[in-house]
């Protein structure tokens, strides 16, 4: 009878790891974004992800993923905000120097810190409104208003 039990514990052992090693991990790739009780850019939001954050996915509807974050907290997010990693920089021990996330994301847009230092000499531009932009926060009761004024999405439009 032990022997049985063992045998079914291992079984299970072995289906979880299984399970884990099948699992797509996902890493957020903008600044923050919410993760959603319902994939719906006006849900309710369950978590405030950050840039980096890493993420199982669990399922997919449409242009949204399910996900859980590492503290366990199960929601949905757009799937513009994360990406799956193809790969992992570390520091070399001979080089003495790693690559930052702020970097990679910067690389994988073509610029560079090199890059965006002479950009900014050369190009003379105001980023006020850019700014005064990003400062803007809008509710889901908000966002589900303008939706349903325009009849946009689901409330009578298209996508």
């Given at each position: 009878?032990?022997?049985?039990?063992?045998g079914?514990?291992?079984?299970?052992l072995?289906?979880?790891v299984?399970?884990?090693?099948a699992?797509?991990n996902?890493k957020?790739?903008v600044k923050?974004?919410?993760?959603r009780?319902s994939?719906?850019?006006y849900s309710?939001?369950?978590a405030?992800?950050k840039f980096?954050?890493s993420?199982?996915?669990l399922?997919?509807q449409?242009?949204?993923?399910?996900?859980?974050?590492?503290?366990?907290?199960?929601g949905?997010?757009?799937?513009?905000a994360?990406?799956e990693?193809?790969f992992?920089l570390?520091?070399?021990?001979?080089a003495g120097?790693?690559?930052t996330?702020d970097e990679?994301?910067?690389a994988?847009?073509?610029?560079?810190?090199q890059?965006?230092?002479?950009y900014?000499?050369?190009a003379?531009?105001?980023?006020?409104?850019?700014d005064?932009m990003?400062?803007?926060?809008?509710?889901?009761?908000?966002m589900?208003?303008?939706?349903?004024q325009g009849?946009?999405g689901?409330?009578?439009?298209?996508?």
């Amino acid at each position: 009878m032990p022997k049985k039990i063992l045998g079914i514990v291992m079984a299970f052992l072995l289906l979880a790891v299984g399970l884990l090693l099948a699992a797509e991990n996902l890493k957020v790739t903008v600044k923050s974004t919410k993760l959603r009780k319902s994939p719906k850019f006006y849900s309710p939001s369950v978590a405030t992800l950050k840039f980096g954050d890493s993420l199982q996915k669990l399922g997919e509807q449409g242009d949204w993923i399910q996900a859980m974050t590492t503290a366990g907290v199960q929601g949905w997010t757009h799937s513009s905000a994360v990406t799956e990693p193809k790969f992992s920089l570390t520091a070399r021990t001979t080089a003495g120097t790693g690559t930052t996330a702020d970097e990679v994301a910067l690389a994988g847009k073509g610029f560079n810190e090199q890059v965006e230092k002479e950009y900014r000499k050369t190009a003379k531009l105001d980023y006020t409104w850019v700014d005064r932009m990003v400062k803007i926060k809008i509710t889901g009761t908000e966002m589900e208003g303008f939706l349903k004024q325009g009849k946009l999405g689901e409330f009578g439009g298209g996508k």
